[in-house]
């Protein structure tokens, strides 16, 4: 988790077609501690910069950011306090953003291995299932072996016996 100094640390971007507003905006931001700031004034670079610079949060002009997914505006004439009132609330909201995306990966790599778990038992139990199926087919092979072996046995046996009886009397 990120601390609040390394809000400070955040990739900011600073675009609108006013340079003064632009100089002020960075001014405030860097006086407030602000340490990664990049502006621009030409709304074509905005692409560009942003896949180089990857920012955290963009400050832009209110049409143009809501239209393509802002989440707060400033609205002009920036007041200091509420300016960085609104970009602390939205790097805090991109901060918990990061996290839970963090969390997510975390519990999803969790679900694959667990799963990888769980496929491994289940083979297990199916080749221990196999066998017992042959070992149990092995021991009834074996038991109508000695069951046949008995039965041709016992007659011989029982006349021997009877014989045996028969001369003690």
């Known amino acids: 988790m990120r601390s609040n100094d390394d809000l400070i640390k955040a990739n900011i971007l600073i675009v ?18 602000y340490e990664s700031i990049t502006t621009t004034t030409d709304p074509t670079r905005v692409r560009t ?6 920012p955290d949060i963009i400050p832009e002009a209110r049409r143009r950011a809501l ?11 920036f007041d ?13 909201t991109r901060r918990l953003h990061l996290r839970l995306m963090s969390q997510n990966e975390s519990l999803e790599e ?5 799963t990888i778990e769980l496929e491994r ?6 080749r221990t299932s196999e066998q017992r199926r042959m070992l149990l087919a092995h021991l009834a092979d074996v038991q109508r072996t000695a069951a046949s072996a008995l039965g041709k046995e016992g007659p011989e046996g029982g ?4 014989a045996e009886v028969g001369a003690a009397e």
């Not at 239209?67 to 004439?77: I, T």
């Not at 006349?159 to 009877?162: I, L, Q, S, T, Y």
């Open 159 to 162: 006349d021997g016996a009877e």
């Open 110 to 114: 969790r679900v694959r291995e667990r």
């Open 80 to 92: 200091q306090d509420e300016a960085l009132l609104r970009i602390r609330n939205l790097l805090e």
């Open 16 to 33: 609108d077609d006013e340079e003064t507003n632009v100089l002020l905006l960075q001014r405030i931001l860097q006086r407030a501690g």
């Open 67 to 77: 239209s393509m997914g802002a989440r707060d505006f400033l609205l002009k004439p």
């Open 121 to 126: 038992s289940l083979e297990t139990l199916r």
């Open 49 to 54: 910069i942003h896949h180089e610079f990857q």
